[in-house]
């Protein structure tokens, strides 16, 4: 088993222990997303909630509640955007892969709600694109 990884923002004062394997890793481009990370997209790692913990900063800890049924947790002190967790996805907290220190399991293998990417950072590369109402169906 690997030791575990860590998700820190950016003033160091919130900290995530990590533990693999993910069940996924996936771009989202989404518009709330965009916003709360203020970022093209964001690239998202799927983990058991059980195996997400926080280790450090838990008086740091604030929990954002967006009007799409699901939360995001961010610092209070920096405002870096680490965590994801909603209703369609019971069981797994989402972990923002910039802010994880060290290597993940697996790489990005999907973009969900690829036609809302901007024009201004289009998607190049070859994997599958999801996208519509849901972020999550199959594209042309
Ligand atoms: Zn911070
Ligand atoms: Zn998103």
Known sequence: MSAPLTATCLCGGLQFELTLPTKW????????????????????????????????????????????????????????TLLFSGERWPGEIHVAVGTIDGELDREPSVHAYADRAPAWCPITDTLPRFGGESGTEPLE
């Open 25 to 80: 890793v996936s771009h989202c481009h989404c518009h709330n997303c965009r916003r709360a990370h203020g970022a093209a997209f964001v690239t998202w790692a799927g983990f058991l909630e059980s195996s997400v913990r926080c280790i450090r900063g838990t008086n740091k800890l604030v929990r954002y509640d967006t009007d799409v049924q699901s939360q995001r947790v961010f610092c209070k002190s920096c405002g870096s």
